[in-house]
């Protein structure tokens, strides 16, 4: 897989790495583009190093859910639109995650590794823009429960943390609050699929899960 645009990474290098899964950045190895770990909006990249983005649903489709069944694709799953802005979608297996901050790569090896998974088995997709962030991961042969536990374990290793069960947007969630990231980030599982889910604030995070199937 390509190297993305570090400008069209905060897709991954936002809210939901950044301030809710990592706490910490990371240099990447040389020749490689690495995650920004800013909040922000991604800007425009240049036509020469420009990644392609996921193609949207249409204006009309926005508000039906997402239909999860086996093998959907995970960025079919992601809200195309967050707090009133649109978001970035970028797909990515478990095999080739060099395009993505070293920090990040840390944590999804970690869930691979307590799952006893390969890489190959974990796919990955994501959406984000300045307001929220959202990733959805599959690790085949495991269930959503499984995987959600395994992302808790890894990012909060070695910090102190609070964990509280509630309902969102109609969604059963756990939120994680933990002494290493400014923001909670929360989990919820759909089928095979965990999502990690992180935003500015509350109410964004209950939209996206809105979204969610």
């Known amino acids: 897989m390509p190297t993305i645009d570090t400008r069209l990474l905060r897709a991954v290098g936002g809210f939901a790495l950044s301030a809710s899964i990592l706490g910490c950045g990371?240099?990447?190895?040389s020749g490689q583009t690495s995650a920004s770990l800013a909040p922000e909006t991604a800007a425009p990249a240049s036509d020469a190093t420009q990644a392609s983005p996921v193609s949207e649903p249409s204006p009309a489709a926005s508000n039906v859910l997402p239909s999860l069944g086996a093998g959907?694709?995970?960025v079919d799953l992601l809200p195309a639109e967050l707090g009133g802005a649109a978001t970035t979608k970028f797909p990515f297996v478990g095999s080739d995650l060099s395009a993505i901050d070293p920090s990040a790569v840390?944590?999804?090896?970690s869930v691979?590794?307590?799952l006893d998974a390969k890489s190959a088995d974990m796919t990955i997709?994501?959406?984000s823009n300045g307001?929220?962030?959202v990733i959805a991961?599959?690790?085949a042969g495991k269930t959503a429960q499984q995987i959600g536990d395994a992302m808790i374990a890894g990012r909060t290793l070695n910090a102190s943390t609070t964990k509280h069960e509630l309902d969102l947007s109609g969604k059963h969630v756990v939120k994680v609050t933990t002494t290493i990231a400014p923001l909670p980030f929360y989990i919820y599982g759909a089928g095979d699929v965990s999502f990690t889910i992180a935003g500015a604030d509350e109410?964004?995070?209950a939209e996206a899960l809105s979204k969610l199937p």
């Open 106 to 109: 840390m944590i999804f090896d």
């Open 131 to 133: 307001k929220a962030s």
């Open 72 to 74: 959907t694709p995970l």
């Open 203 to 205: 109410s964004i995070v």
């Open 112 to 114: 691979i590794q307590q």
């Open 125 to 127: 997709g994501t959406a």
């Open 137 to 139: 991961i599959r690790v």
């Open 26 to 29: 990371g240099s990447a190895p």
